[in-house]
Each structure stands twice: as structure tokens, then as C-alpha cells.
């Protein structure tokens, strides 16, 4: 459908018809029943008949494969999971390392499965390199963080620092401070991505049928408008969309993130700026800022948008021109070179944000379950782990992916934290966001009163505690 295409770049670069596969038009019978043709949906398929080829997997999407955030992400596939820091902090040495270690080998097992499935997605693992680059109180920001890692044990294979200079010779920035650089991520072109795993599932033997919203589940049961699936197993792969499904919602925010991107660049401006090894890039502000340079010479750039008051899901994302000028100044500042560039895309997508910031993995036996989400924005590489977890708890295993401080095992839903009912979560990320706004715009200021920058930083590092 035409209308596909204009969800994201991304989706308007397919030289594919995006042509529906067929809908749910019957009652089946089934092993597994995913609801989701996003990147967790996909992978758990994926490594179920992998390992378990007799299972029969059934896949329900209520549009098509890379409608949700799958096909609208900034394209980064990072080795890591979000809060990973905290969430290994308390581990002894030897089992933290090796944990750090999974983590970081989540680009390395997608490219080994996109080479083995022949599946074309740019994927280039060029590292990601943070910059403190616009304000110097980022510089201090990041080499603090670059100590709390060395404290957990990751040394300069892991995390380096770059000094400006060294900087200067994979990215320039118009006021570099430095940046820490990480080998573990790399980016990809995301609907390439997800539409070939919707495909290579398909030749594995799953049946996936598209325009098949579910619309009532319970347990070993999902029901669409005009057939339904039986299964032992039920995995809600929805993430953003987890409030369309009660009672998901009261554990996954959905957040909106903005992206956009420029029109293709000359070799000689991107001479002028680096990127040349798909390296990702972000700016160390509390805004959440990330950005690629595309297969095609493009500037990929986003941020992070916001909350609608009872979790509502935002359709629309023809994004409004403070927006689009929002993510253009940000660039911008960091490349005043583009400045004037012109913007042929402009998207975003819901992204769900779990409670404390804790993505979960867990297998509830008791009501045949089993559940990944709450990546935070981080699940390009997080979902390819959910998706090895949840084939490992269904098929019963014990191994080092169910072992991990994010995985909750044979538990139920209660155990997940939740988030505080309405007006208070409303109140309470907006307030949040404003902290982060105002403190950008104090810092971002070089005549702002000292006073002033510390307060502001007070303020936002206070409220970003409250999430934690």
C-alpha cells in the first residue's frame, strides 16, 4: 500500500511491492502465537524453528511487517541493552563480564544471521562514537560515565577515549570537546532488516498473516475480526503498542521518537564531516540525540519526542515544523554546514519505556506467556536478544541467556514494575522532559550564569533519578 511507503525513509527506499499477505481468515491450532511482526515477534520466530522446526509458529501483525518501530528507528543496532550498568552492577567480576560480553556480541550474531539468510540491510559495524560537543559540561558528564564503566570492569576494548583530535579523524564536530567511542554497535538500514526476517521466517515454515489486529486476548487464546489462534504459548511482541493490549500497558509507556533526514550529501561535504565506516553518532544531552549517515550519503537524525496523556498512541507522524526545526538546530549546532540542507523525510515512531528504565525478558507458565519489551528506544540490537530469550524460556532452557538480571523467568505479569496511574504519569515524564529541555537550552548558552547551569543540571539529574 502507497501509504506504507510514507511511514519512514526507510520504507520509501523498499524496491519491493509492499504488497499485504493475506489476514487471519480462520481458527488455527498452533505451538506459538506471536502478536507482532516487529524485530521481537520476528527474531523469537526466527530462533524457535531454529532450534524446534516441528513447532508450529503463527505470527499476527495488524498491518505489515515494519509498520511499527521496525521500520521507523534511527537504525542503530547496538551492542547493549538499556540500563545495562545497573542492571549488572551488583554481579560478581566473572559473570558480569561474560554478561557484558553477550551484550556486546548482539551486531556480530545479527550479521552472522543476515549472512546466512541472505539478508541485505547495509549493515555496517562501524562503532558509535558519544561527543561531548556542544556544551563543556558534557565533556565532564561523559568522562564520568567513562569511569563508572572502567569500574565495572570494561577496559579500552570496550570504551576509549577520543581527545579531539582523534575525534576529528572518524567525525568533526563544530566544537569538539572529545567523545567515547565503542566498537560494539553498528547501523543498518531497518525495514531492509525486518522485512527480510519476515520473509526468512516464512521459508522456515511460519505462518504470518498481516491486517490481523488482535483484538482480545487471553490465556492460549488470541482473537482478530475474523479468525482466531489457539497456541501454548502466547508472545504479545508489540512494545510501543503494548496499551493496546491490556493489561501491557500498565508496565510500557508509549514515548514517541522524531527523526529526520537530509536530502543525499556530496562527497565533499561528508569529507568535511567523517562517518565514512557507518560509524552512529550522538551528542551526550540528556535530549537523546542519534544519528547515521545512511548507505545513500544521507544525514539521519533524531531525538526524543514525548508522552500523551493516557498512553496514548500517536498515528500521526507528519511532523509539525517546530519539529522538524527542533532536530535541524540540534544537527545544526553540530554541523552548521547543513544548516540549510534541505529535509526530505521527516517521521517517528512509538517506542515503549518501561518503569525504572528496566527492560524485561520473562516466561510466565502459569498464564503461557512469554514476553520481551521495554528496550527504552534501544531495541534494534535489545530485540534480537528478547527474541534468543523468549525461544529459550519457551523451549525450557537453562542457559546463560536466561540467566541475566533482566530476565524474570517463570514469573507473572505483577512482578514487572509498574507505572503510577493517570494524571501522575502524565505529570510526572512531562515534567521530566521540561527539566531536560530547560537544562539544554541554560547549557547550550555560554553567557548563562554559572549558578544557573548548576541549577539547571541539579534540577534535570534530580528528575532523571525519579525514572530510575
Known sequence: MTSWRNISLWMDQLDEP???????????????????????GLWTAYYLKRQAPQLRVVVLEAETAGFGASGRNGGWLMGNILGEDRLLAGLPAEPRRAAFD???????????????????????KGGVLYCAARYPEQLSGLQEHLQHLRGLGLGE????????????????????????????????????LVRGLARCVEAMGVELYEQSRVTEWERGLVRTASGSVSADWVV???????????PLGHHQLPVQSLIVATEPLPAATWAEIGLARGQAFSEASRQVTYGQRSADDRLVFG????????GQLRSDFNLTEDERELR?????????????????????????????????????TRNGIALSGGY??????????????????????????????????????????????EPLRWLGY????????????VLADPHSAPWRRRLAQGVAGFMEGFMK
Request: with cysteine; glycine share 12%; aromatic share 8%.
Open 18 to 40: 509492499l504488497t499485504p499477505r493475506p489476514s487471519l481468515q480462520a481458527d488455527l491450532r498452533a505451538d506459538v502465537v506471536i502478536v507482532g511482526a516487529g524485530y521481537t
Open 102 to 124: 553477550l551484550l556486546h556480541g548482539i551486531p556480530d550474531e545479527v550479521a552472522s544471521v543476515t549472512e546466512r539468510e541472505g539478508i541485505a540491510c547495509d549493515l555496517r
Open 157 to 192: 576494548d570496550d570504551y576509549r577515549w577520543l581527545e579531539p583530535a582523534e575525534l576529528a579523524e572518524q567525525l568533526r564536530v563544530a566544537n569538539p570537546y572529545g567523545a567515547l567511542y565503542s566498537p560494539h554497535c553498528a547501523t543498518i538500514q531497518p525495514a531492509k
Open 236 to 246: 504479545p511482541a508489540v512494545e510501543g503498542y503494548a496499551a493496546s493490549l491490556p
Open 303 to 310: 531525538a526524543r519526542g514525548g508522552y500523551r496523556f493516557g
Open 328 to 364: 535541524r538546530y540540534l544537527f545544526g549546532e553540530l554541523f552548521p554546514q547543513l544548516r540549510d540542507v534541505r529535509l526530505t523525510h521527516a517521521w517517528g515512531g512509538n517506542l515503549g519505556m518501561a518503569r525504572r528504565f528496566h527492560p524485561h525478558m520473562l516466561r510466565d
Open 376 to 421: 527504552g528506544g534501544e531495541g534494534v540490537g535489545a530485540s534480537n536478544l528478547g527474541g534468543r530469550t523468549l525461544a529459550a524460556l519457551i523451549l525450557g532452557q537453562d542457559n546463560q541467556l536466561t540467566r541475566q538480571p533482566w530476565v524474570y523467568g517463570d514469573s507473572g505479569l505483577e512482578r514487572l514494575p509498574g507505572w503510577e496511574p
Open 430 to 441: 512531562n515534567a521530566i522532559i521540561r527539566s531536560f529541555v530547560h537544562e539544554d537550552r
